[in-house]
């Protein structure tokens, strides 16, 4: 079967090298030039050399926020004089030496933009890329298409009254690179998400002040020098009106606020629809329902190693059979789980976030869907505590399939 792959970050990656094992005629196809998606760094915020919105949302000391022992490929550990909290170049490289070790280079194109993915009459993908430097406009037939473009380049910036009348700087997440231009400055970040605690604690160091405004629950424990206050209720010209009465006087502001997700090479044909960031219908987040041999690997939020894993695993077992649940069946499993979240009080936005509560049981029906090997149960187990506790200065280390110890 011949399989198209597009991106070739964490994901892309993976899937190439699952298909290639499963003597398939796989080709993935990246927009940069190099390999590892949104964890290349650059300078270059907005639009990149090629007039194209810039992919990583990648920044100067970033850390991550889960340990290295549960973002791993399946049998591919990282140095293990590496720290369990690492940085951004330390996860580059190890995407580098997986795609090293696996020879998957010679089955990539680089510099190629996808401008249109459209499904044919014969069951097969017609995939209409142009190369960025020659400005060649290629088209190639595929079998099958795996979406692994990420979920990271698309910013989400919330409508708050009075944002338009602010006269300090304001800018998403996805386009802050160095804390240098913060140094002195009062910085208001909205979103206590992972990369909210992360870029607060960074900016911190240099800052006058730091607010970060949220409401719920904080990602984790943030620095102490980072002043928390609630959601923002409007902007005036220099200052921050919160919901508790209180305002501040603010010189910057970041919204860590998430992404959107965006397929703007999709046609219509497709059938693929995103309402309130809801991309419908994908069974189990992964099977486009109208067209089963196409699927998307990445699109649920949180743990992106051992998810995706499964995720590709799934599909490439799925593709064995495309006609083993039929669309009906598919799309009652979908709107079944959309009941059971709206139970659970999750938001519609939010319906392809598996956190911590939802995985293993997320993770093992796809197992036990399509008689898959489970993820590993010590990776379940080390997520579901990181969940109670998340200190960055610790390490763990995997005894075995159920067992881990953690020290500092």
């Given at each position: 079967?011949?399989?198209?792959?597009?991106?070739?970050?964490?994901?892309?990656?993976?899937?190439?090298?699952?298909?290639?094992?499963?003597?398939?005629?796989?080709?993935?196809?990246?927009?940069?030039?190099?390999?590892?998606?949104?964890?290349?760094?650059?300078?270059?915020?907005?639009?990149?050399?090629?007039?194209?919105?810039?992919?990583?949302?990648?920044?100067?000391?970033?850390?991550?926020?889960?340990?290295?022992?549960?973002?791993?490929?399946?049998?591919?550990?990282?140095?293990?004089?590496?720290?369990?909290?690492?940085?951004?170049?330390?996860?580059?490289?190890?995407?580098?030496?997986?795609?090293?070790?696996?020879?998957?280079?010679?089955?990539?194109?680089?510099?190629?933009?996808?401008?249109?993915?459209?499904?044919?009459?014969?069951?097969?993908?017609?995939?209409?890329?142009?190369?960025?430097?020659?400005?060649?406009?290629?088209?190639?037939?595929?079998?099958?298409?795996?979406?692994?473009?990420?979920?990271?380049?698309?910013?989400?910036?919330?409508?708050?009254?009075?944002?338009?009348?602010?006269?300090?700087?304001?800018?998403?997440?996805?386009?802050?690179?160095?804390?240098?231009?913060?140094?002195?400055?009062?910085?208001?970040?909205?979103?206590?998400?992972?990369?909210?605690?992360?870029?607060?604690?960074?900016?911190?160091?240099?800052?006058?002040?730091?607010?970060?405004?949220?409401?719920?629950?904080?990602?984790?424990?943030?620095?102490?020098?980072?002043?928390?206050?609630?959601?923002?209720?409007?902007?005036?010209?220099?200052?921050?009106?919160?919901?508790?009465?209180?305002?501040?006087?603010?010189?910057?502001?970041?919204?860590?606020?998430?992404?959107?997700?965006?397929?703007?090479?999709?046609?219509?044909?497709?059938?693929?629809?995103?309402?309130?960031?809801?991309?419908?219908?994908?069974?189990?987040?992964?099977?486009?329902i109208q067209h089963p041999t196409m699927g998307f690997i990445g699109i649920t939020l949180h743990l992106l190693f051992p998810t995706v894993d499964i995720q590709i695993r799934f599909f490439l077992?799925?593709?064995?059979?495309?006609?083993?649940?039929?669309?009906?069946?598919?799309?009652?499993?979908?709107?079944?789980?959309?009941?059971?979240?709206?139970?659970?009080?999750?938001?519609?936005?939010?319906?392809?976030?598996?956190?911590?509560?939802?995985?293993?049981?997320?993770?093992?029906?796809?197992?036990?869907?399509?008689g898959i090997k489970r993820v590993r149960p010590v990776i379940q187990n080390l997520y579901e505590?990181?969940?109670?506790?998340?200190?960055?200065?610790?390490?763990?280390?995997?005894?075995?399939?159920?067992?881990?110890?953690?020290?500092?």
């Amino acid at each position: 079967m011949k399989i198209a792959i597009i991106g070739a970050g964490a994901a892309g990656l993976a899937a190439l090298k699952y298909g290639l094992d499963q003597g398939h005629t796989c080709t993935a196809f990246e927009q940069a030039e190099h390999i590892g998606g949104t964890w290349n760094y650059t300078d270059r915020t907005n639009i990149d050399e090629y007039g194209l919105p810039v992919h990583s949302s990648m920044y100067q000391g970033l850390r991550t926020n889960l340990p290295k022992e549960v973002m791993e490929y399946q049998n591919f550990p990282y140095d293990v004089n590496l720290k369990s909290y690492i940085t951004q170049p330390d996860v580059l490289d190890y995407i580098n030496r997986f795609a090293t070790h696996h020879n998957l280079h010679p089955h990539i194109k680089l510099l190629r933009h996808i401008l249109e993915i459209d499904p044919l009459p014969n069951e097969k993908w017609k995939i209409k890329e142009k190369h960025l430097k020659s400005q060649e406009i290629s088209e190639h037939i595929f079998d099958a298409v795996m979406i692994c473009v990420g979920n990271y380049s698309t910013p989400n910036i919330p409508k708050i009254p009075g944002a338009n009348e602010f006269t300090g700087g304001a800018i998403h997440s996805h386009n802050y690179r160095k804390s240098d231009s913060y140094k002195g400055k009062t910085v208001l970040v909205i979103g206590a998400g992972p990369s909210g605690v992360d870029i607060s604690r960074i900016i911190g160091e240099v800052a006058e002040k730091v607010y970060i405004s949220y409401g719920g629950r904080i990602f984790c424990k943030a620095e102490d020098y980072v002043l928390h206050k609630p959601i923002v209720k409007k902007l005036t010209a220099n200052t921050a009106v919160f919901e508790d009465g209180s305002e501040e006087v603010i010189d910057e502001i970041i919204y860590c606020t998430g992404y959107l997700y965006s397929y703007p090479f999709l046609t219509p044909k497709c059938g693929i629809e995103i309402e309130n960031n809801w991309v419908k219908y994908l069974y189990k987040h992964i099977i486009n329902i109208q067209h089963p041999t196409m699927g998307f690997i990445g699109i649920t939020l949180h743990l992106l190693f051992p998810t995706v894993d499964i995720q590709i695993r799934f599909f490439l077992e799925f593709l064995k059979n495309t006609n083993r649940f039929s669309q009906e069946e598919m799309k009652q499993d979908i709107l079944k789980n959309i009941e059971i979240r709206k139970e659970q009080a999750l938001p519609q936005h939010r319906v392809h976030e598996i956190a911590m509560k939802l995985y293993r049981g997320y993770t093992d029906n796809l197992a036990d869907t399509l008689g898959i090997k489970r993820v590993r149960p010590v990776i379940q187990n080390l997520y579901e505590h990181l969940g109670n506790s998340r200190d960055i200065n610790k390490r763990y280390k995997i005894l075995n399939d159920h067992e881990f110890v953690e020290y500092y």
